[in-house]
């Protein structure tokens, strides 16, 4: 009972100064929208860019030729390396010993397409793959058929399809079977991948398409880099297929015993690990200056409160001569700050995840919801009402009876 009479008088109190009250508030609010609004757009950042990082399929790692993300100096120090050939692919394809599948693949983009009605823009990515290539980078084909051996082998002339391509190169007609255009090539569309997203809500595997990766090194020069998934057969055997995998092709390119690689390894997990490194200090800096907002709005509440001591001091002393004991007065005067802080908080949280997620559809990603950092943002404004209610609150609580019924 103590405790709702102490609510309900801090209550009146904070409602009784509206001004003050308001622009109180409005200290805490912005420190936790500052916080909440960064946290989730980044979290929205951060969700995308891990589902369509996450291509590999499961215990799938890929050798390349340069890493993922290169910082700066890293393209000066590594550009002399040699490319990953189809030769050194097969290599690995035929010793080793903890794969289950090896596949090959290699890029080119910035390609026109063209169907009987409709072309693309100049921004479409090729990719040579052979058979296990399409599997191991999770390719799934959702209709019509993948590529099989004999493609390969006799460098035919067909393509599977991103969903997002196939639709707009035949908005209205079934595409399988027909005829495609790249520059002066003509392929056979033999099928279409299942859609599935890219990173920053571009179109990825969706607005690309495949050939046999002999077919594309014939079409678009065989002195360029490929690229080399294995899929170890068990997550068991995983680390010692890197292992394996990073012998052979040491040995096949004849790199030095003590010397570096001469080629890169990277898993799902480890460029989502690389990324979240990059973004590690952007989280920091964003969350140090919203610390700083979040002691200057509590230095507010503190001063605040001192004055509705101060303003107060004449209550204090009536409810203290008719019974109140200093556990009345500290209550009252703490929740009080708590309210502050917290409905501002509120505030915060709120307009927070709205303007976070209005930045994420501006970027193109799926909105989502901090429930974390929510958490933390009411436990944060706690601990400033509590940490910066409690000097004024006390001293509110110490007052002397006598001395605050003679205040004037």
């Known amino acids: 009972m103590e405790i709702k009479e102490s609510f309900i008088m801090a209550v009146n109190a904070v409602r009784s100064n509206k001004l003050r009250s308001v622009l109180t508030l409005l200290g805490i609010a912005v420190g936790v929208f500052s916080v909440i609004s960064v946290m989730t757009a980044m979290n929205a950042l951060q969700y995308s860019i891990e589902n369509g990082m996450a291509q590999l399929g499961a215990n799938t790692f890929q050798v390349q030729k340069f890493p993922t993300i290169m910082g700066p100096g890293v393209w000066e120090k590594l550009r002399n390396r040699k490319n990953i050939t189809i030769e050194e692919g097969e290599i690995v394809r035929e010793k080793s010993q903890l794969a289950a599948r090896v596949g090959l693949e290699s890029f080119t983009g910035g390609k026109v397409v063209k169907s009987a009605k409709y072309q693309t823009n100049p921004n479409v990515s090729i990719m040579g793959e052979d058979v296990d290539g399409l599997v191991t980078n999770d390719y799934i084909v959702e209709f019509g058929r993948g590529f099989n ?13 991103g969903k997002k391509l196939a639709q707009k190169l035949f908005p209205y007609s079934n595409p399988i079977d027909q005829e495609i255009r790249i520059e002066a090539a003509v392929f056979t569309v033999v099928g279409v991948f299942e859609e599935k997203g890219g990173i920053f809500g571009g179109g990825g595997i969706d607005e690309s398409m495949a050939i046999p990766i002999t077919t594309f090194m014939e079409k678009f020069g065989k002195e360029r880099s490929i690229n080399i998934m294995v899929q170890a057969k068990n997550r068991e055997s995983y680390q010692d297929c890197i292992e394996e995998v990073t012998s052979i092709l040491r040995t096949a390119r004849k790199v030095p015993p003590g010397a570096e690689n001469d080629f890169e ?8 690990r690389e990324f979240n490194d990059l973004t590690k200090y952007v989280r920091l800096g964003v969350t140090g200056i919203s610390f700083i907002a979040l002691i200057a709005a509590g230095i507010g509440i503190m001063n605040i409160m001192l004055i509705s001591v101060t303003e107060r001091t004449r209550e204090i002393g009536i409810r203290k001569s008719i019974g109140a004991r200093k556990s009345n007065i500290l209550s009252q005067f703490l929740l009080e700050a708590v309210i502050l802080s917290e409905f501002g908080g509120l505030i915060g949280i709120i307009l927070g995840v709205i303007v976070g997620n209005i930045l994420a559809t501006f970027m193109k990603i799926p909105g989502i919801i901090p429930i974390d950092w929510v958490i933390i943002g009411v436990v944060i404004c706690s601990v400033v009402g509590i940490g910066f209610g409690v000097y004024p609150a006390w001293k509110a609580a110490n007052l002397d009876p006598i001395e605050s019924l003679r205040y004037e």
């Open 149 to 161: 051996e004999s493609d390969i082998q006799l460098n035919r002339k067909v393509a599977i399809l």
């Open 265 to 272: 390894i990277f898993s799902n997990e480890s460029l989502i």
